[in-house]
């Protein structure tokens, strides 16, 4: 067949848009986020906030993120997922503040007992505090997405607890150093345990129970072995969803718009209505698994108050503008309470 003059610059045509077709697939491709997620997927933090918000986050996107979860201890767990996101290692992490006390101090506010038992109102309260430069500094080494609390405190034990006298030598697994602070001076025994430890350690009578968040007594399955849970404003647990500064930074804008209008302000309050929603859901649970659910006499509150009352002057004294935080998360509180 003889070539015509138009043959190579039809096959030019064709090349050209070949090559232009790969670079458009290899533009189109999503940026990857890896997010160590350090709990079961049928947690409430995952099926209730978690799961929808990444959905759509991806669909505000348009298609230039992908967050791919990795549940459980695969990428990380409460001890070192912290470290994790900071170096790199994941783009995304979750997990509660438990061991890094010391390294978020001014976020401990939350856990410190008799200020507030409504996760709704301490979660509200602790983005202001880092929203508004409060507490700020602590967060340098990462991107905040949410600072939030977990369920209020409850004290899920084999022994029926509703007095001073019931707890004295009682062995409390305790995860954060307030609680166990907070057990010690109610005449109680603290043990340090990660929640993932404490069923193992109920069932062998190393301890006979834990304070953990009402959702957090279903979880990690101590409902199957405690059967009374006290309800006692004892502070909350704060939680996180961090992403790594340098991957955060490197996304194109349009992903970090999509970020930027699902986090912050509006994670928190997202987290606000699904904690309280997850605290009140598994109490009724609880009740028809057994379980005796009970609260303190104004008068015994009273004096668990005056007992663990050395734990907020102390906070104040070792933290670093103690007094300014606390003052300013009562604030904070009191505007939540009235939302």
Request: glycine content about 8%; hydrophobic content about 45%.
């Given at each position: ?26 533009a189109a491709q999503p940026t990857t986020l890896k997010f160590a997620f350090t709990a079961p997927p049928n947690t409430w933090v995952n099926t209730l906030v978690a799961d929808p918000w990444s959905k759509e986050v ?33 783009e995304i992490a979750f997990g509660p503040y438990g061991e890094l006390t010391g390294q978020f101090p001014g976020t401990s506010v939350v856990a410190l007992p008799f200020e507030t038992k409504s996760c709704t109102e ?218």
């Amino acid at each position: 067949m003889r070539e015509t003059s138009s043959t190579p610059k039809a096959l030019a045509w064709v090349l050209a848009a070949c090559v232009g077709l790969g670079l458009n697939s290899a533009a189109a491709q999503p940026t990857t986020l890896k997010f160590a997620f350090t709990a079961p997927p049928n947690t409430w933090v995952n099926t209730l906030v978690a799961d929808p918000w990444s959905k759509e986050v991806m669909a505000d996107s348009d298609g230039s993120l992908d967050i791919k979860f990795f549940f459980g201890s695969a990428l990380g767990n409460s001890s070192n997922v912290y470290d994790r996101v900071v170096n790199g290692v994941v783009e995304i992490a979750f997990g509660p503040y438990g061991e890094l006390t010391g390294q978020f101090p001014g976020t401990s506010v939350v856990a410190l007992p008799f200020e507030t038992k409504s996760c709704t109102e301490a979660a509200i309260a602790l983005w202001q505090l880092y929203r508004t430069g409060v507490i700020a500094a602590e967060y340098e080494k990462v991107h905040p997405l949410a600072i939030f609390a977990f369920p209020d405190f409850v004290m899920t034990t084999k022994k029926s607890i509703t007095k001073l006298a019931d707890i004295q030598g009682v062995k409390i697994a305790a995860g954060s150093r307030i609680v166990a602070q907070g057990v010690q001076l109610l005449g109680g025994v603290p043990v340090t345990l990660r929640p993932s430890d404490v069923y193992q350690s109920v069932q062998r009578d190393l301890v006979n129970g834990m304070s953990l968040s009402w959702a957090g007594i279903s979880v990690y399955k101590v409902d199957e072995l405690t059967r009374y849970d006290l309800d006692m404003p004892f502070g909350v647990g704060p939680g996180y969803f961090f992403m790594n500064k340098d991957a955060y930074a490197r996304l194109p804008e349009q992903a970090k718009r999509a970020l930027d209008r699902r986090s912050g302000d509006a994670l928190s309050e997202r987290f606000s209505r699904a904690c309280f929603e997850a605290g009140n859901a598994n109490r009724p649970n609880l009740i028809a698994r057994g379980h005796t659910i009970s609260e303190l006499a104004p008068e015994e509150a009273a004096r668990w108050k005056a007992r663990v009352a050395p734990i907020i002057e102390d906070w104040v004294k070792e933290t670093p503008r103690g007094a300014e935080i606390l003052a300013a998360y009562r604030r904070e509180v009191a505007a939540a309470s009235k939302r």
